[in-house]
């Protein structure tokens, strides 16, 4: 019988004492045996580190020393780690004893596939999909992000729907499976993100470098409920709306990005309307300062993939040809099979 793939299963921690008093545990009874647990500690200001040394001193601490944020956190932390596979997890997480066999089974099966992701079900309502991923990510000729199993803030009922293992766009930051010689060809995550899009801007340049990204089927974790959009901190919505342009302006071919990026800008404008009707100034405050500080990181960014090294919507298969949101708010449709058809 061949030897297992080496697997670094690692977490990104800040502040998270009582995520990891409460998941490293189901981390620890996984039942595949050639893995090695690495925590990279985010300068946390709460206990976590002396939890760590003093309940789990088998598993491998780096210590960041400040708070660098997901991209940088885990660009520092991986770049001291060798393995064939990295899963990077969320701390806020809870994992199945057999999450991870099905999934290296697959990608050793297809080399094709760089990146990889499990079923991602909620914690609280474990029978549904959750918002970071669901079935897995993907993304319309917009540049608008959905996930089987999850269309904006609808989320659907897990019934058996998406057990196959099939192409996506984008695989979850909350729990990616990578092999990690790609991620270090890539040059990891994009640092200036900070957080939220690092995976998808990531995933879109795995696409580009010619593999695949998949969702597993057979394979399920559970994840701590992410807020609705509207009840998310105007911080959050800042770089959400941010990232999202810089995303689309860094991985776009000029001759797509032309016309895209300054639609979004549009529809950003829209939706900022759409905030202050519902009450939302704060947020559309920091959704109008997202828009600017994009304008300032287009003039004097250079930090961009080479022409040769993108790859448009248009040539990806998991992209949806149309637009989610003329399918959801206007034809009123609500679950992934009703609008992507194989």
Same mark, same amino acid.
């Given at each position: 019988?061949?030897?297992?793939?080496?697997?670094?299963?690692v977490l990104l921690?800040?502040?998270?004492?009582?995520?990891?008093?409460?998941?490293?545990?189901?981390?620890?009874?996984?039942? &595949?045996?050639?893995?090695?647990?690495?925590?990279?500690?985010?300068?946390?200001?709460?206990?976590?580190?002396?939890?760590?040394?003093?309940?789990?001193?088998?598993?491998?601490?780096?210590?960041?020393?400040?708070?660098?944020?997901?991209?940088?956190?885990?660009?520092?932390?991986?770049?001291?780690?060798?393995?064939? &596979?990295?899963?990077?997890?969320?701390?806020?997480?809870?994992?199945?004893?057999?999450?991870?066999?099905?999934?290296?089974?697959?990608?050793?099966?297809?080399?094709?596939?760089?990146?990889?992701?499990?079923?991602?079900?909620?914690?609280?309502?474990?029978?549904?999909?959750?918002?970071?991923?669901?079935?897995?990510?993907?993304?319309?000729?917009?540049?608008?992000?959905?996930?089987?199993?999850?269309?904006?803030?609808? &989320?659907?009922?897990?019934?058996?729907?998406?057990?196959?293992?099939?192409?996506?766009?984008?695989?979850?930051?909350?729990?990616?499976?990578?092999?990690?010689?790609?991620?270090? =060809?890539?040059?990891?995550?994009?640092?200036?993100?900070?957080?939220? &899009?690092?995976?998808?801007?990531?995933?879109?340049?795995?696409?580009?470098?010619g593999y695949t990204?998949?969702?597993?089927?057979?394979?399920?974790?559970?994840?701590?409920?992410?807020?609705?959009?509207?009840?998310?901190?105007?911080?959050?919505?800042?770089?959400?709306?941010?990232?999202?342009?810089?995303?689309?302006?860094?991985?776009?071919?000029?001759?797509?990005?032309?016309?895209?990026?300054?639609?979004?800008?549009?529809?950003?404008?829209?939706?900022?309307?759409?905030?202050?009707? =519902?009450?939302?100034? =704060?947020?559309?405050?920091?959704?109008?300062?997202?828009?600017?500080?994009?304008?300032?990181?287009?003039?004097?960014?250079?930090?961009?993939?080479?022409?040769?090294?993108?790859?448009?919507?248009?040539?990806?298969?998991?992209?949806? %040809?149309?637009?989610?949101?003329?399918q959801f708010y206007?034809?009123?449709? %609500?679950?992934?099979?009703?609008?992507? =058809?194989?």
């Amino acid at each position: 019988m061949p030897a297992q793939p080496s697997i670094a299963l690692v977490l990104l921690n800040y502040n998270g004492k009582e995520y990891l008093e409460r998941n490293l545990p189901f981390i620890k009874k996984t039942l &595949y045996k050639n893995k090695i647990i690495y925590v990279i500690d985010n300068n946390s200001g709460d206990d976590s580190v002396s939890y760590l040394c003093s309940h789990h001193p088998d598993v491998v601490l780096i210590k960041n020393s400040k708070n660098l944020g997901y991209a940088s956190g885990y660009n520092f932390g991986l770049s001291r780690i060798e393995a064939e &596979y990295f899963i990077l997890l969320n701390t806020d997480v809870e994992v199945t004893e057999n999450f991870i066999e099905p999934v290296i089974h697959l990608m050793e099966t297809d080399k094709n596939i760089g990146v990889c992701q499990p079923k991602i079900l909620s914690l609280s309502q474990k029978t549904y999909f959750e918002y970071a991923g669901g079935a897995g990510g993907w993304m319309d000729i917009m540049g608008y992000t959905f996930a089987r199993g999850r269309i904006f803030d609808e &989320y659907e009922q897990d019934i058996g729907q998406f057990n196959d293992n099939r192409e996506i766009f984008w695989a979850s930051g909350a729990c990616m499976i990578i092999r990690a010689s790609l991620f270090k =060809k890539l040059g990891g995550f994009y640092e200036y993100f900070f957080m939220y &899009y690092e995976e998808v801007d990531l995933c879109w340049r795995v696409h580009a470098a010619g593999y695949t990204v998949a969702s597993c089927g057979q394979a399920v974790i559970f994840h701590k409920e992410t807020d609705r959009l509207l009840y998310q901190s105007p911080e959050r919505l800042y770089y959400l709306f941010r990232n999202n342009l810089i995303m689309l302006h860094r991985n776009l071919p000029i001759s797509s990005a032309f016309w895209t990026v300054p639609a979004r800008l549009m529809l950003n404008i829209v939706a900022l309307f759409y905030f202050i009707v =519902k009450g939302h100034l =704060k947020i559309s405050l920091r959704a109008a300062v997202a828009q600017i500080d994009y304008l300032k990181w287009a003039l004097l960014n250079k930090d961009l993939p080479t022409a040769n090294n993108k790859k448009s919507l248009f040539q990806i298969t998991s992209v949806y %040809k149309g637009s989610i949101l003329y399918q959801f708010y206007i034809l009123g449709k %609500k679950k992934f099979n009703d609008i992507v =058809k194989f």
